[in-house]
């Protein structure tokens, strides 16, 4: 029988719509239906969603890539699909910048077997720059937003934050795990924690004036001076100590000021103004 004189039923469309047909009926209504646009018209009624939304779900999960697995769990704590996107083309959140952080921080973690002054004091070193790398690999000039984010509306302030705070769920907990699992880091494996807050709002607070690399370098410079001075007089927890905590919570609390006037006067890390 022609496709030119035959029709599909209604009952067959509804059933065909429903997927209640068999494997048989299926496929011959299928064949009929690429040659007879009358039933194509009449099954659209019966399909849920039109053919241009399904094949728009369709192209949206083929194109869209995977997410980092931080930008997903932000997601689930109610982070949008845009800010998602943004923050999933950071270099500081790629696989290679992971695979560095860990490799540094255990190296650090491992110099506390054979020597536990030593052990320590890269321990103390490394970690509270880590979250610091963080932010400048996020800002550098290789970032491969910095043209789009400069040139739009979008806020750059939130970028800045949202960046910062995936960074520092990326690495905090890291560096951590790795300090509590080595032997010779002890409650050290926390106390870094405070000096790592004040050095990253410092980084923050230069960038709004500065490039993130020289930025990057001078507070790294200045941590590294500290531990210096803490290994001479052979006090490497001294660096860390409770008066020590003290000054870097006061350090935290001027940067975090600092910080919030410049991003009220539209000033971004990152170099943008």
Known sequence: MSTASWHASDEMLRSYARGETGVAVMASVE????RCPVCRARLVPE????????WTRVADAVQAPRAPFVVRLMRMCGLSES??????ASRSLNGAWLLATMAVVVFAAVAAIPSETQGQALYLLVAPLVPVAGVVAAFAAGDPLACLTSTTPYSKARLALLRTAAVVITSVPLSIA???AIPGIAWLAFAWLVPALALTLLTLVGMTWWRPEPVGIA????WIAVIATARADHDIAGAVGFEQQIVYLAVAAIAAVALALRLGAAHTPGGYA
């Open 47 to 54: 399909v849920d969603a039109p053919l241009e939304k399904a």
């Open 83 to 88: 800010d998602g996107a943004l923050l999933g």
């Open 178 to 180: 790795i300090g509590v």
């Open 219 to 222: 507070v790294s410079v200045g």
């Open 31 to 34: 064949a009929h239906l690429m």
